[in-house]
């Protein structure tokens, strides 16, 4: 697909301050923000194949958010990138992220909006 398509099809999670409406609700998101660069940008384009995750380019940074929660396989990223992807290194160039993080084991990164799910990772 090429990167003017692909773009196309993003949905950009920021909005303006007269859109947002607050309330007191439990959004059960979670999310990474990365630096751009070429790793996360292969992170970023194999995770917005997957349902309910979303993608949001801005022009210094990436956002991947997901409602429930965020898997990130470095199994899968190694193979989308083309060379090896550790957790530790997937946790350096993610500069910040939202809902609980556990690392399950040496492969697995997962995110968690919902914390009545992440209580038996505790």
Known sequence: MSTVARNASHQNIFKSMKDIAFDRTI???CGVTMNDSVDARAIA???EQKDGVTCTYQPALI???GNGKLIFKMDEIS???GREMTAE???VIT???YGRMVRTD???VILFGNMDEVMEYI
Do not use: A
């Open 79 to 81: 193979e989308y990138l």
């Open 63 to 65: 956002r991947i958010d």
């Open 45 to 47: 384009e194999m995770m």
């Open 89 to 91: 290194q997937f946790e």
């Open 95 to 97: 500069s910040t992220h």
């Open 106 to 108: 040496d492969n697995t």
């Open 27 to 29: 959004s059960h998101q």
